[in-house]
């Protein structure tokens, strides 16, 4: 999914790259580094830290991946097309990315598989000044990005009300739909309650309106996943194993000192913008906080993805849906 909202961190990409580091491990990295430790790459989904990557930064921060014996190391993709690419052809052993990329690399024949949801719930869906019923929408200006999936799921909120994309004006942002809604250049903006949401309260000073697509016509499947490549993951069982259950430690940190969490991504990553890390991250935590037992997966979530999937003609035909994810490697 491309998620372009953050294009004005983009200024601080030089300041990620040097704290996080770009170049990735490779195949190797399950041979043991000098002082006995197994290094391990994980690619992220984007190429600037956001709050997402909070329960990582905390479990490495906190020494809970050194005390498993992993020597993880967190980089960002050189852009936000890279991370399946680096996972696939196993430059990195772990990644931080969406069902979708997932769904469209195993399309490709991909070793990838997903270890964890991200949440368990879809946040994405429609954004405004003010609320509105989904059938008045007829006529109206919405923000949008130029990506399949967000125009797949705004085509199935409208045919649940018995309209279609010809009936609303399309406005692409290039970078941000925000701008276009606090500018009053459109009506509605799509986006996600843990992004452009949290990016309206900071930079426009009010709550917005949010209507879930997943209550009209969407399916609610996770929109982030923790996964794997398989050949990795066949050969390193014990350590993926290990690497959950330090990612869970650090969740599990991060949402019970959440002060303390962004403490350490701040420290992690100086210059970024706290204020929307922070709200990013409340809003994050909350629907993480709903997850239990938390990056537990199953067929009903991947599965009305799948189906949309085909439906919109994102992919001409899919697997079983346990051929996209596995709870093998989640802490018992």
Known sequence: MTRTFRSRLAAMLMTTVAAAGLTACGSESEEPAADGTTPVNLIMEWPVADAFWTPFVVAKDKGYYSQAGMDVTITPPPTVADTMKFLGTAEADMAFTTTLD????????APVIATG???????????????????????KTIGIYNDAWSKAQLTMMLNSVGLALPDVQLVTAADNTVPLLLENRVDIITGVTNAESADVRVNGGFDPFFMAASDHGAPNAPIFVVAGNTEWLEQNTDTAKAFMLATKRGLDDALNDPEGAMAIFDKTYPGSDMGFIVDSWNAT???????????????????????????????????EPSAYWTNDYLPE
């Open 102 to 109: 997932v769904l469209f690399a195993k399309d490709q024949d």
């Open 117 to 139: 949801a991200y949440g368990d719930q879809n946040n994405w869906g429609l954004i405004a000044r003010e609320p509105f019923e989904l059938a008045d929408i007829k006529g």
């Open 285 to 319: 935590a909350e629907i993480l906080k709903a997850q239990v037992p938390p990056f537990e997966q199953s067929d009903e979530q991947w599965s009305g993805l799948l189906d949309a999937a085909v439906a919109q003609d994102l992919v001409k035909s899919v697997d």
